[in-house]
């Protein structure tokens, strides 16, 4: 299994545009049959850390290509993550994999 996490840490005042675009991303997702993933926002008591993050698992290494593939060839998508890049001073990306015994 593999897990990514991307942190999105918004420019100044625009945390809230941030969250919008990523649901955004998410709906593309939905419609294109991929894994949505969950968004995650900073809790109300915390003012360090992303903004926003994004989680998703795949079944697999190959499952992760086929969907990042499909991503990079859809306009609508590459639209979106265009204007999500211009909304962030940061931005980082983790993937892990499961490790079973």
Known sequence: MILVVNRYFARPGAAE????????????????GLP??????RARASDAGPDVIWQ???ASPAER???TDRLSADAAFEAIRAEQASQLARFEREVFELDEI
């Open 17 to 32: 545009s941030v969250l919008a675009t990523r649901w955004r991303a998410s709906a593309r997702l939905a419609e294109l």
């Open 36 to 41: 949505v993933g969950q968004i995650f926002v």
């Open 56 to 58: 998703c698992t795949y």
């Open 65 to 67: 290509r086929l969907v």
